[in-house]
């Protein structure tokens, strides 16, 4: 089993341009959560989905969509980037009713 | 929602010492506390985690402790050793499975 996983692994993008991070688990888990990570602030949630064809708002989504795609497949799209997105994105799941998250390999995206 | 709290946020300790690092909440309904290691450049990975109905947990050198009472949880490295040089998270799932993270501690083992 890969686990989850993550592409891209890094991605530089100029103000206002539009990305899809994509991530992928083959554990057969039902949520999903997208996070983001900055300097000092620790993992804070932007998205998840408990299961397939729900989503639900978490921490700090403003400037954020996603989409559950089927089971497996949860992405995160930014519309126009700013620099303020700048940072280490982490993509986790987890069997609903349980509590581990494990999470992808992360995506460090760079919003010049 | 949640409300973690994490102390310190940097950790010096000599080679063979003990490491203390110490988390609050706010949720009283929170139930799963978990600690995650990160490596520089890598995801975190779960190193222990404890459930409300439990008031301590070891594992090796990594212990737990929870009190539910005064809302704060710790973890213990004892006899600590140079790959324990990492960021730690302490973490707390609140009844929605949303897990709430700390800012982060960073342990430098000392040789």
């Known amino acids: 089993n890969a686990g989850v996983t993550q592409t891209p692994k890094f991605q530089v993008l100029k103000t206002g341009q539009s990305m899809t991070l994509q991530c992928a688990q083959d554990?057969?888990?039902?949520?999903m959560y997208w996070y983001r990570q900055d300097p000092g602030m620790g993992l804070r949630l932007i998205y998840y989905s408990a299961s397939e064809g729900t989503t639900d708002k978490g921490e700090v989504p403003n400037g954020y969509n996603v989409s559950r795609l089927n089971k497996r497949e949860f992405s995160l799209r930014l519309e126009s980037a700013a620099p303020s997105q700048t940072s280490v994105y982490f993509c986790?799941?987890?069997?609903?009713?349980?509590?581990?998250?494990?999470f992808g390999p992360g995506t460090r995206l760079l919003v010049l | 929602g949640e409300n973690v709290e994490q102390h310190p946020s940097t950790l010096s300790v000599q080679e063979g010492d003990s490491a203390v690092i110490k988390c609050t909440y706010s949720d009283s309904a929170s139930n799963y506390f978990p600690w995650y290691k990160q490596e520089l450049g890598k995801r975190p990975q779960l190193i222990i985690d404890?459930?409300?109905?439990?008031g301590e947990k070891k594992d090796q050198r990594i212990a737990v402790t929870l009190n539910k009472t005064a809302k704060h949880f710790s973890l213990h490295i004892t006899e600590t050793q140079p790959e324990d040089s990492a960021v730690y998270f302490c973490a707390a799932l609140s009844n929605d499975y949303k897990l709430s993270f700390g800012a982060g501690t960073t342990v430098t083992v000392r040789a």
């Open positions: 554990m057969n888990h039902n949520s």
């Open positions: 404890i459930r409300s109905n439990v």
């Open positions: 986790a799941s987890t069997l609903t009713g349980q509590e581990t998250q494990y």
